[in-house]
């Protein structure tokens, strides 16, 4: 079927269809429309995030629906407040023909009482996050026991944000016999457990194969160093100068981070995450879609309502936990038969993530270098050309053609063209000029860094006691000192104690911010340790003459370790002795730190 009217919709949706400038149904439409309207039936449909499953539903739900009804027809659930009001917009668009029809935004950050009124004039579909889904039911203000038709959308992104038991809640307000859509692009065992738990028997389609990445969209990797991740994230932008782009941070942190730096960069970014107020959260995607904003950084959860067809590249930036999840992310570009680029920014210890991704979307990443400041600049120079010669000539500035040409009346075309462009090129020419390469080989050492020795190893007073692993408290480490997830590294966590290393570069940095820190009210300690990989004796011994005199002979309460200021307390003392290597004339190496000797 190759246009809307043969799919069996109505004249109400087809002049609504003609109004957006739609032409063709896409994949997911052309098989799930028609089997929507000819049967009752419950359906799962697997597509990538931006193939148009919003319409395959809609249509569907607004032409069965009963639009002189003011009962509540239809339940849509999605995950975001964001993807909430974009299905409610687009449903309202669908149905601007159908008089009388009412589609209402249930979702948190705004007013419960207003939408409780809303649903009380009349809504015939309702769209719902969740959460304030259930606290309606809960207090009454919604009746969906007369519901037809439910749809889940982004169902796997939904139960990852941990909605399972909202989900089954609220589903068992609704009739048995209702129809029940699911619509995923991810099938984990949790959504293939809601279909079997509230479906009866469903018609499944699948569009391309389940969790595969789109053919419109081209998969990269780039190499680096964990400490050059924002410095690479820079090259990437001003490589592409017609980037319009969603950076992809783990964190709310991160994002707000990254955002702010490129801000100060003088690039044009915004932040999108959990954070930001719902007026906030509007004003930076309102930007975003009339491109005042050209990088906008966002967390996964906060992507989910994003939908805009122009983006060209997708930058992931960190890596997510889940590895499904990046098949949502890259979907944010190739939409609307566009083709679009997910780039990834790794370090050398992530490369395994690379092939695993590789297996579950069907594509294969094209390992590609950081582009060197040259390369940068030829670009900009060449985008700058094009831009010039493209633009259309003003004549506003007829009048001032005799004083520009008499300013320039000895300057030859070639001294005049060079001149021209300097205006804007020189400043990317001093900015890379001799600038490192930041290209990173896979072969060596798997943590990203020339381990050539020039390190430091710490000891913390934290440890498993803290409920740390090495995984928990390098990410502690990395977040509260702003470093790079590699440049922490050789963690090895104790009972009530750990260790961990970073460059000699950034030794002064870590210990400063160690004096008199406190993390939930309690001192945490940082000391260098003689870690040598030798005997205990070949490293300074600290509890030697300083300045003529031997440390012991300072008073007790001056006893302090050699960088740190705080003092720990009897029981962090004892606990380490308890957990510690025990002689301490032992012959073996030792990780423990540089302390004074007590008499």
Request: charged share 30%.
């Amino acid at each position: 079927m190759s246009t809307f009217q043969e799919l069996g919709l109505n004249t109400d949706l087809i002049n609504a269809i003609n109004d957006l400038g739609f032409t063709q149904p896409s994949e997911v439409q052309q098989k799930a429309i028609p089997v929507l309207l000819e049967e009752e039936r419950d359906l799962v449909a697997l597509a990538q995030t931006g193939t148009g499953k919003t319409a395959a539903f809609g249509f569907p739900m607004l032409q069965k629906i009963d639009i002189n009804s003011r009962t509540t027809q239809g339940l849509i659930l999605s995950p975001t407040r964001e993807l909430c009001l974009q299905i409610t917009n687009e449903l309202k668009l669908y149905g601007k023909y159908c008089n009388g029809l009412n589609v209402v935004a249930i979702y948190g950050g705004a007013s419960i009482t207003e939408q409780a009124k809303q649903v009380k004039r009349g809504a015939q579909i309702i769209v719902a996050t969740p959460g304030r889904m259930k606290d309606m039911i809960s207090r009454k203000l919604v009746d969906i026991s007369k519901i037809q038709y439910s749809v889940l959308d982004e169902a796997d992104e939904m139960l990852n944000m941990g909605f399972y038991e909202d989900i089954t809640d609220i589903l068992s307000h609704t009739p048995m016999d209702k129809s029940t859509w699911l619509f995923s692009a991810t099938m984990p065992r949790e959504v293939a457990s809601i279909a079997k738990k509230f479906m009866y028997d469903p018609i499944e389609i699948t569009v391309g194969n389940k969790n595969e990445s789109t053919s419109q969209v081209s998969h990269e990797y780039y190499l680096v160093n964990g400490r050059d991740r924002y410095l690479a994230l820079k090259r990437l932008a001003d490589a592409n100068p017609d980037i319009f782009s969603v950076i992809f941070c783990r964190t709310k942190r991160d994002t707000q981070r990254v955002a702010e730096k490129l801000v100060e960069d003088g690039y044009s970014a915004g932040a999108l995450h959990g954070d930001l107020s719902q007026n906030q959260r509007d004003l930076v995607m309102k930007s975003f879609r009339n491109k005042q904003i050209q990088m906008l950084v966002a967390t996964d959860v906060a992507a989910r309502g994003i939908d805009v067809d122009d983006i060209t590249h997708v930058i992931n930036y960190q890596l997510p936990d889940e590895i499904e999840t990046y098949t949502h992310r890259s979907g944010r570009t190739g939409r609307a038969g566009k083709t679009g680029v997910s780039m990834v920014i790794v370090a050398k210890s992530e490369v395994r993530k690379i092939k695993s991704i590789e297996r579950i979307i069907k594509k294969e990443f094209q390992k590609k270098d950081i582009p060197s400041g040259m390369e940068i600049c030829e670009v900009q120079l060449m985008s700058l050309a094009n831009k010039v010669h493209n633009t259309e000539v003003s004549h506003e500035i007829d009048t001032y053609l005799n004083s520009i040409n008499a300013l320039f009346e000895d300057t030859d075309k070639d001294e005049l063209i060079k001149k021209f462009f300097s205006v804007e090129f020189t400043r990317f020419f001093n900015y890379y000029k001799g600038a490192k390469d930041l290209a990173v080989t896979e072969s060596g050492d798997s943590g990203g860094k020339s381990r050539s020795g020039d390190e430091t190893r710490y000891f913390i007073n934290v440890g498993r006691k803290d409920g740390y692993d090495w995984m928990k408290l390098k990410d502690f480490l990395k977040e509260i000192l702003e470093l790079g997830r590699d440049d922490v590294f050789k963690v090895d966590v104790k009972d009530s104690f750990s260790f961990f290393n970073t460059e000699k570069a950034i030794e002064e940095k870590v210990l400063s911010f160690f004096t008199d820190f406190k993390h939930n009210g309690r001192f945490v300690n940082v000391e260098i340790t003689e870690n040598k990989g030798g005997k205990r004796g070949g490293g300074k011994r600290r509890d030697r003459k300083r300045d003529g005199r031997r440390r012991d002979d300072k008073p007790r309460g001056e006893r302090r370790s050699r960088r740190s200021n705080t003092l720990e307390s009897k029981g962090d003392r004892r606990g380490r002795r308890s957990d510690s290597p025990k002689p301490r004339r032992s012959k073996s190496p030792s990780d423990r730190p540089r302390r004074s000797r007590r008499r």
